[in-house]
């Protein structure tokens, strides 16, 4: 029993040492993606949907194959600076609140102030790099910057002793002007596999490739980038 038990384990280990005498390449599953060729890095381009990797396996005489993959593509910061602040005139200025001298009052519904992020010189139509772009200015996928002014808050009127018996609160959009360069890069990917059929599947036997490239493409924009501001104006009402 110990003797079968042995040559049992022998032979396990034997099928994922020397995996391609134990498969025939016609019994090995393949991608429906198999191409006669490998992709090279020159042969890389942009697919429609950029983000994702697309691959190729190529089948070699010895049941091996070869992966090459191209993908993701990225929009790398080069430069990211403010060049100008308060760029532009404020606009979109509403009224929040009027607070009577010696007073504290909240507001009495929310309100949200938002605007979208239009002026990028030179002129960009790519969704994919604007989505790149409002990513590495906001932190995520949106063109618009938003603020919301809850009812917690509370806003205090003029000082007692102040010659002014009101204070108003508006909200505004200010725009800050940014110098942002960037390049895109690809990921590339190529790897020579073999097929372990006890698991079904394939391993790496060696990476040739795995890293990002410069795909040759730079643009240098100027941003008009919009700012949600907060002022007070103490008058006499």
């Keep these: 029993m110990r003797k079968l038990k042995f040559v049992s384990v022998s032979l396990l280990l034997l099928t994922l040492l020397v995996p391609s005498a134990f498969a025939e390449p016609s019994s090995i599953p393949m991608d429906p993606n198999v191409s006669p060729a490998a992709i090279t890095k020159n042969q890389a381009t942009l697919s429609s949907d950029p983000s994702q990797e697309v691959c190729r396996y190529e089948p070699l005489s010895s049941g091996d194959r070869i992966k090459s993959c191209v993908g993701p593509w990225v929009w790398k910061t080069l430069n990211k600076k403010v060049e100008k602040y308060d760029s532009l005139p404020l606009t979109d200025q509403y009224k929040l609140i009027s607070v009577a001298k010696g007073q504290k009052q909240k507001l009495a519904q929310p309100f949200t102030q938002s605007k979208k992020i239009t002026s990028i010189e030179p002129n960009v139509t790519s969704a994919f790099e604007l989505a790149s772009i409002y990513s590495i200015l906001t932190g995520k996928n949106s063109d618009t910057i938003t603020e919301t002014y809850d009812t917690s808050k509370e806003y205090d009127g003029p000082d007692p002793s102040s010659p002014y018996n009101t ?71």
């Design 167 to 237: 204070r108003e609160y508006y909200t505004a959009v200010g725009y800050d002007e940014y110098k942002l360069d960037i390049t895109l890069t690809y990921f590339w990917f190529k790897s020579y596999q073999y097929f372990v059929p006890i698991l079904g599947v394939w391993v790496d036997r060696a990476v040739e490739h795995n890293q990002f490239y410069d795909a040759g493409l730079t643009h240098n924009l100027t941003i008009q980038l919009p700012k949600i501001v907060t002022y007070s104006v103490d008058v006499n009402r």
